[in-house]
T-cell receptor
Framework: KNEVEQSPQNLTAQEGEFITINCSYSVGISALHWLQQHPGGGIVSLFMLSSGKKKHGRLIATINIQEKHSSLHITASHPRDSAVYICAVSRGSQGNLIFGKGTKLSVKP | GAGVSQSPRYKVAKRGQDVALRCDPISGHVSLFWYQQALGQGPEFLTYFQNEAQLDKSGLPSDRFFAERPEGSVSTLKIQRTQQEDSAVYLC????????????FGPGTRLTVT
């Protein structure tokens, strides 16, 4: 079993829809990261959180430490949000990341 | 400001060749990470540097993989006697300090071994 599991693997939405991507992890963590990867492009950090909730524009990330679960929400989705969204966790003092397999999001106009 | 850069962006190597992949982290960043991303998969950790010290190389898949960061800035990942299973995107990331901090990723080097 992977240490970081994401669902769904693939997600297709219509422009304007509210989107939720889920992440569960099975290990103790020091922080959880949400990352975005465009096709052929590099990875961009969206959020790093260890408790509660963070918001940036139309993106919201939440984490429940007791349940070992995090969600990434996108409000009023737009075709430019189409990308792979990756959940990753860091453990201990080094900070190296353990990644989920990613969720491929496609937002149709 | 300049982000993390990697070179080359694409590399095609014949099986058995040695390759060297370069990473220029953001200036002043203490931590540097190398990750390997196979097609359709999430990245996997290879190795970690804190300044010039390689503190964790537990993710290197074999002794054909070697990484260095001699002056605590630029890092090189070297793969000797490349095999087809080494084909992947190699990602470098840096962060400002040690421990869990936001990581800034380079564009990656896509290695294809034929």
């Amino acid at each position: 079993k992977n240490e970081v599991e994401q669902s769904p693997q693939n997600l297709t939405a219509q422009e304007g829809e509210f989107i939720t991507i889920n992440c569960s992890y099975s290990v103790g963590i020091s922080a959880l990261h949400w990352l975005q990867q465009h096709p052929g492009g590099g990875i961009v950090s969206l959020f790093m959180l260890s408790s509660g909730k963070k918001k940036h524009g139309r993106l919201i990330a939440t984490i429940n430490i007791q349940e070992k679960h995090s969600s990434l929400h996108i409000t009023a989705s737009h075709p430019r949000d189409s990308a792979v969204y990756i959940c990753a966790v860091s453990r201990g003092s080094q900070g190296n990341l353990i990644f989920g397999k990613g969720t491929k999001l496609s937002v149709k106009p | 400001g300049a982000g993390v850069s990697q070179s080359p962006r694409y590399k095609v190597a014949k099986r058995g060749q040695d390759v060297a992949l370069r990473c220029d982290p953001i200036s002043g960043h203490v931590s540097l990470f190398w990750y390997q991303q196979a097609l359709g998969q999430g990245p996997e950790f290879l190795t970690y540097f804190q300044n010039e010290a390689q503190l964790d190389k537990s993710g290197l898949p074999s002794d054909r993989f070697f990484a260095e960061r001699p002056e605590g800035s630029v890092s090189t990942l070297k793969i000797q006697r490349t095999q087809q299973e080494d084909s992947a995107v190699y990602l470098c990331a840096s962060s400002l300090d040690r421990g869990p901090h936001e990581q800034y990723f380079g564009p990656g080097t896509r290695l294809t071994v034929t």
